[in-house]
């Protein structure tokens, strides 16, 4: 199966789940994104938060800010 016929077909494996679930494949990542720095909350944290936000604003519109913000597009509240 190609990655457009996993994308169509929602069932990717192997390679096609790979791509489609690493957003390397969709943009081009900001540099600033690389750099070491600071975290400020634990893996498990941001996921959870993640799951949540998903459920109150939709998967779509969650997947599309975290994209712009590994972009370099810092998405605000007021977004």
Known sequence: ???EEAFLSGKAEGDAM???TNPFY???ISPMM????EVLIKED???QAGVRLIDEMGAEKYLENLL????????????
């Open 1 to 3: 199966m190609n990655i």
């Open 45 to 47: 944290q941001f996921i």
């Open 18 to 20: 790979r791509i489609l």
């Open 68 to 79: 712009e913000n590994l972009k370099g597009n810092f998405v605000t509240a007021e977004e």
């Open 26 to 28: 969709a943009i081009n």
């Open 34 to 37: 690389a750099e070491p720095h």
